[in-house]
């Protein structure tokens, strides 16, 4: 029975495909983190706004995001 073979160049260029992705959070517009709050985050919007009060970023990461409400709650 053939078997299959795998060469290491691809799966390193592979594993460095994932690490890449990972690295790279996808930034999202406030309004639509604001929007979408209580999903992603388990907030209301009034703690959303108050999180992100005086913040002058117009997008964001969601973990950038938690981050942040996370401070703000005090659970950091």
Known sequence: ???RRTEPAVADTV???KQEAVQQETKYRM???RTKCMQLFH???STFD???YG????EM?????QARINKWLGKE
């Open 31 to 33: 309004d639509k983190l």
């Open 15 to 17: 594993e460095e495909t």
């Open 43 to 45: 907030i209301t919007t």
């Open 55 to 58: 913040c002058t970023a117009t």
């Open 1 to 3: 029975m053939p078997t």
């Open 50 to 52: 108050g999180a992100m």
């Open 61 to 65: 990461t969601i973990s950038e995001a």
